[in-house]
């Protein structure tokens, strides 16, 4: 009852703002509409008045949809003292105003620092509601904080309409797990971290104009998300830190991500099964692994991704570019996928299909059932590669890749032109191609794996 009260509460002042931001509107409207243009000096001392520009500059550029008419939940009001001591409580509280005030925005207000233990912002809630992250945002370095779900920090889950953006900084206190990790010191038992920002059921979700540093395992992830726009993220961790993918995508459908700069010890993009039409346009990547399609078909696992777009990016001394990587004895495909415009600096492994992944102590054995890749387009992909292969297609024997073309790739190692190792894939080259598969005999396979395993090439070993 309590809460329904509140909510008329909210409503009616929501109204009342609505209300005086159309009369606003319709002052200006009125002056056009008579001919009048209006001088811009008083464009500018009207948007004065009204606070225009601090909101701009607040949110740093982005034009929002609701500028002056939200109502704005300060998690100050509710008890957060960014002192140093807990403050998820009244996270929490403030939560639940503004869950239930359409298009509101909680706001995290800027210069101070919050901190959180696990937490879950859960819907369903009203339409157009924003979380404006401004300050910064750090982790409890209590892993026992974690212990309820040790899959992420902070949780948005069953939300419509929704963003998350502000200029702020969440800070994720990553060392805490990632010395404990059994990938950087092998006596220790695998445990899982958790995820730093998971978005789970989402549905109409933008990200954007945050930065994410230091995640306890992956920073961002989209599970079962769908109509996702991520945009001017800063994703950033060390290079060696342990399976700190920058965003991961599974089983979500219409997700893009745009102009955003990612550095990590693992994949800047990694995309998983169930996830449809995935474009990602203008990223800078590095360190890290490169951008990821899988991988697929672990332990027989039935998977599927079709229809992916990378463009426009840059690699900068990754240890993969542009990779699609599956299991012996998996089913499913990965298919209708274009790699194009990229930069390659001192990229390991620049274009690479590795059907024949494997990051288990023993070796995997060669099994019947594969996942299919099909139909894949590398055009316009330019640079150089840190190994003498600049093109790696190693597809299974028992399911040769299909539809693999290459346009105007032009890879060189150390000032000459790199080779090509291509085996079970029949590539239909367009252009001009250096390395081209066509004129190397098949490489062996797995060869380069051995080859290749350094300290700062560890791979993944992602349980989702
Ligand atoms: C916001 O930025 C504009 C220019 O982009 C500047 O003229 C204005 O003074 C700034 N306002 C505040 C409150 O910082
Ligand atoms: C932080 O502020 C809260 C509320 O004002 C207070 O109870 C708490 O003692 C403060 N903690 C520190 C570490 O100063
Ligand atoms: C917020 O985090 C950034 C990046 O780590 C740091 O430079 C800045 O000083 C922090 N600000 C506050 C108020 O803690
Ligand atoms: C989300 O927004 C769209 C477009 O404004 C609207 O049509 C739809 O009803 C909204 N969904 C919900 C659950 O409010
Ligand atoms: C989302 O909300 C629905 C209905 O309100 C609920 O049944 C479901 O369990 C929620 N999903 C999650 C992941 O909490
Ligand atoms: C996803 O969210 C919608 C609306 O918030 C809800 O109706 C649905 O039950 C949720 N689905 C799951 C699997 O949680
Ligand atoms: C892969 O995703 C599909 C949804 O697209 C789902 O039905 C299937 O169970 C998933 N496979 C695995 C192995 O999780
Ligand atoms: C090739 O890609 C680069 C970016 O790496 C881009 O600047 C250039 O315009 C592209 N060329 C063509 C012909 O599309
Ligand atoms: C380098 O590659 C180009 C195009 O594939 C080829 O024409 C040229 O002969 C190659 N150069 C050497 C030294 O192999």
């Known amino acids: 009852m309590k809460m329904i009260i509140e909510c008329f509460l909210l409503a009616t ?6 209300y005086s931001r159309s009369f ?8 056009r509409k008579i001919g009048n243009p209006i001088p811009s000096t008083e464009i500018s001392r009207r948007k004065e008045n009204i606070g225009y520009h601090q909101f701009q500059n607040s949110t740093r550029g982005k034009s929002p949809s609701r500028p002056l008419t939200s109502y704005v939940v300060n998690v100050d009001n509710f008890g957060a003292a960014a002192n140093g001591s807990d403050d998820t409580q009244a996270f929490m509280k403030a939560w639940e105003k503004a869950c239930c005030t359409r298009g ?19 819907g369903p809630c009203e339409s157009g509601i924003t979380v404006r992250i401004q300050g910064n945002i750090t982790a409890s370095k209590d892993k026992s904080d974690f212990q309820k779900d040790p899959k992420f920090w902070i949780k948005f889950q069953n939300l419509t309409n929704f963003t998350v953006d ?9 060392h805490v797990w990632w010395s404990k990790s059994c990938k950087l010191n092998k ?5 899982r971290a958790p995820t730093a920002l998971l978005f789970s059921n989402c549905t109409n979700l933008k990200v954007m104009l945050i930065q994410i540093e230091n995640a306890q395992q992956m920073h961002l992830k989209f599970l079962g998300c769908e109509n996702v726009e991520v945009s001017n993220l800063k994703i950033k961790s060390p290079g060696k830190s342990p ?25 800047c993009i990694s995309i998983v099964n169930g996830s449809y039409n995935i474009r990602a346009m203008g990223i800078k990547c590095g360190p890290g692994h490169g951008i990821s399609i ?3 078909g672990k332990d027989g696992d039935e998977d599927q991704v079709a229809n ?17 990587k599956s299991w012996q004895g998996g089913r499913g495909y990965a298919k209708n996928i274009v790699f194009q415009n990229i930069k390659m600096q001192n990229v390991m492994n620049p274009i690479i299909i590795d059907q024949f992944y494997c990051n288990k102590e023993q070796r995997c054995k060669l099994q019947k059932n594969g996942v299919h890749v099909e139909n894949v387009l590398y055009k316009n992909i330019t640079g150089t590669s840190a190994s003498r292969e600049g093109v790696i297609l190693q597809c299974s024997e028992t399911f040769p890749c299909e539809g693999v073309k290459l346009q105007n790739v032009q890879i060189y190692h150390n000032g000459r032109n790199s080779s090509a190792s291509c085996s079970n894939v029949n590539v239909l080259e367009l252009g001009t191609n250096t390395p081209q598969c066509s004129s190397k005999e098949p490489g062996k396979i797995r060869r380069y794996r051995k080859k290749r395993k350094t300290k700062h090439n560890q791979e993944d070993n992602h349980q989702s």
């Open 24 to 31: 606003l509107d319709h002052e200006f409207y009125v002056n």
């Open 104 to 122: 509101s925005i909680l706001l995290v207000p800027e210069k101070k620092e919050y901190h959180l233990k696990q937490i879950i912002f859960e």
């Open 13 to 18: 002042i929501f109204i009342v703002l609505i």
């Open 243 to 267: 399976n700190t993918d920058g965003i991961h995508v599974t089983g979500s459908t219409n997700v893009q991500i745009l102009n955003s700069e990612i550095g990590t010890g693992d994949d």
């Open 187 to 191: 006596k220790q038992p695998c445990v």
């Open 294 to 296: 899988g991988s697929l």
């Open 166 to 174: 502000g200029g702020g900084v969440i800070i994720g206190n990553g």
């Open 308 to 324: 992916v777009l990378v463009s426009e990016a840059t690699f900068t001394r990754t240890s993969n570019g542009v990779r699609i």
